[in-house]
């Protein structure tokens, strides 16, 4: 599961000099109502179809569990 991020938190997170038990308190579940979903059509590893964001992607419903459909 990648890291996600506030962009206050990004810099803290590349800092070098920033202690890991700091560092560490940076990986917290990211709020749920910052999230969109969006399902990806299948379409999308075809070849001669149009790649635009808008034939491929389209709104997905969240519920509490799954944030991804694929």
Excluded: H
Excluded at 23 to 30: A, F, G
């Amino acid at each position: 599961m990648p890291a996600i991020l506030s962009s206050e938190d990004e810099s803290k997170w590349l800092d070098l000099n920033q202690p890991m038990k700091q560092v560490l308190q940076l990986l917290e579940p990211y709020p749920e109502d910052l999230m969109e979903a969006f399902s990806i059509s299948p379409l999308i590893s075809k070849k001669g179809v149009d790649k635009t964001p808008q034939s491929l992607f389209k709104p997905s419903a969240m519920n509490s569990r799954v944030y991804f459909s694929f």
